[in-house]
């Protein structure tokens, strides 16, 4: 499968990567330099432009898109329900771009369009990262801190928790992520479970296209 | 604010009738990125902080400055262990501060706080400077343009050899097209550098390197120094470099400042930097409090830090912090005429 990454930063790429191949059972081919996005809402910015770019001008089958989604509404089960909309989640917003811009496509490269895949990680990427490390971590976790209106964590906790400094360096910052990437590489299983937003990547990733 | 006890030198810088910063003060944190439009007194900051260092050097004045009262005036206060010292830099004129004048009741902290001021350096590097020849000798610390680089880099490979493996380890990480440096002797006891490439090719001399890949250098050279200075001011550090490569810029001069969080074992670095370039403030996304931004109001300008903003988490959801910079929102931009 040749499979493009939209994603914030090469750290995140190098993770996706990883996960993608595990998902797949098999390595993708990957386009040689990433689309990146400065960060939310530059993603959603972005986004048109990388799917018509792709559609037309090259042969790629999957585009896969991810996100943080900081201190947004999560997407829930609710949101699935057909024409539901929810103006402020990212996942919603991001499938709604797909959707929009591909909808009156002409065939080219021999297909109708190019494939959505879309994962959000609540809050941040590095809760993927910590998922089935630290008990405390999971989507559920987070909604349950939401309603309650105190996070049991932030983005800057996480990201101690891996990199043990709030400032890594970006070699530093991709070998953690990547230590971590290994546990769920060898069995999904848990970062499936525990995170609905990386399992509806996973689904978006194994559907037709 | 990210203040570690007694690892930065200079607390707050007071700006009374200086050029545009009429009355400001701006405290500093170990890491200062500061943006605004030109003219609003980016530059003078860096300015006073070098004649800080300057006039610190010489033997303290006496009760003169008081006869100055009213006219321009930069005072500076320390942290602590120092914070009990207050240096007034004297100006004659909007452009001329040539008095220095020390309140401080232990004279022994104030040769401490003079040391450190000592190694103080500012930069504005220049990349025709950079890629000439230098000459060996002179090679104590790179220069305010890089223009010793040669000799610098010459120096630091003979005698540090570790911790030039190591920034020319960076380097090629950085910069995959090369494979070395390679420094050699040039005519008239001068020394120059260029930088060599895979398979058969002739080394590319420092003359035909791109002004990014010197610029880069340079930093590299700054923030992999063994004994660093304990404040580096450096103007325009996005010049020259791709987009996708600013966080990497942000990271070499991060070591300086944060030299446990890149595993390097030395004191901390107060670093004063200035950039245009919306892509690079992006980098600063998760620490708001490193940012200041000058205001210029008319013929006014002030100093503002970015973490001061209470509804910044609203407008990051609406836009980058650059998108929201170029757009006015944050201000630091050009007045319309
Ligand atoms: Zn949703």
Known sequence: MKVAFL?????????????????????????????????????????????????????????????????????????????????????????????????????????????????????????????????????????????????????????????????????????????ETERHRRDLRRLEYDFPGFAALMKDLKSPA | MNRVQGVDVIDTVVFHNFKALRNTSLRLSLFNLVIGPNGSGKTSLIQALQQLRTLSQFPLGDAAMQSRSGGPEIAFTFTAPYSGIVARLGCTSDVLCDFLHVDCLDTASWL?????????????????????????????????????????????????????????????????????????????????????????????????????????????VLSFDPTPPAVVCIEEIDRGVHPRMLREVRDVLYRLSYPESFGEKREPVQVITTTHSPYMLDQFRDHPDEVVITQKLGHEARFERLSDRLDLPELLREGTLGDMWFSGVLGGVPEQQ
């Not at chain 1, 585009?63 to 990212?90: F, G, I, M």
């Not at chain 2, 490979?157 to 390679?182: C, D, K, N, W, Y």
């Not at chain 2, 002797?185 to 002004?211: T, Y």
């Open chain 1, 7 to 179: 994603s914030e930063s090469p750290a995140d790429e190098a993770v996706l990567r990883v996960l993608v191949d595990a998902i797949l059972g098999e390595p993708a081919q990957i386009t040689p330099a990433g689309f990146r996005a400065r960060g939310w809402p530059n993603v959603l910015q972005v986004l048109p432009a990388v799917i018509r770019h792709l559609h037309f001008n090259t042969d790629v089958e999957t585009l896969v898109v991810t996100c943080d989604s900081d201190d947004s509404p999560v997407h829930t089960e609710a949101h699935e329900a057909p024409q539901y909309y929810h103006p402020h989640c990212r996942m919603c917003q991001l499938r709604a771009v797909f959707r929009q811009t591909s909808k009156r496509f002409p065939i080219a490269h021999g297909r109708l369009k190019v494939r959505r895949v879309v994962g959000v990680a609540v809050p941040a990427l590095e809760a993927w990262l910590l998922c089935g490390r630290d008990s405390d971590v999971s989507e559920g976790a987070w909604i349950n801190g939401q309603l309650a209106g105190r996070p049991p964590y932030t983005r800057a906790e996480l990201k101690f928790r891996i990199y043990q400094t709030e400032r890594p360096s970006l070699p530093h910052e991709i070998e953690c992520a990547l230590r």
């Open chain 2, 112 to 220: 401490e706080v003079k040391c450190r001021l000592a190694t103080l350096r500012t930069y504005v590097l220049d990349h025709d400077a950079m890629a000439q020849s230098s000459v060996r000798a002179d090679s104590a610390v790179l220069e305010s343009n890089g223009g010793n680089l040669a000799a610098v880099l010459a120096a630091r490979q003979h005698e540090a050899p570790l911790a030039f493996a190591r920034m020319e380890a960076e380097l090629l990480r950085l910069l995959p097209e090369f494979t070395g440096i390679v420094i050699e002797d040039d005519s008239g006891g001068r020394v120059r550098f260029s930088l060599g490439i895979d398979g058969a090719g002739e080394p590319v001399r420092a003359e035909n390197l791109s002004q990014g890949a010197l610029y880069l250098l340079g930093l590299l």
